[in-house]
């Protein structure tokens, strides 16, 4: 999940899917999506990926 930001012209990954069906949207209620919480695994991507990672931790309802 990727919410961006207009104000900061910024994309930000919220979350990550972990199983689902992609064919369907996050909305749809009728079938369950699974998502992680990328905070949780920062570290770990940026190992991975040596991307550099800016991170802050923020509350996205």
């Known amino acids: 999940m990727i919410d961006y930001r207009e104000d ?3 994309s930000f990954v919220i979350g990550v899917a ?8 996050c ?9 992680t919480r ?4 920062v570290n770990w ?4 990926t040596e991307i550099p990672i800016t991170f802050s931790c923020k509350f996205v309802n």
Not at 18 to 25: C, E, H, L, N, V
Not at 38 to 41: D, E, I, L, P, R
């Open 8 to 10: 900061e012209q910024q």
């Open 18 to 25: 972990w199983f689902g069906d992609k064919t369907i949207s």
């Open 27 to 35: 909305q749809s209620s009728n079938r369950p999506n699974l998502y």
């Open 38 to 41: 990328v905070s949780n695994y």
């Open 45 to 48: 991507i940026h190992n991975e």
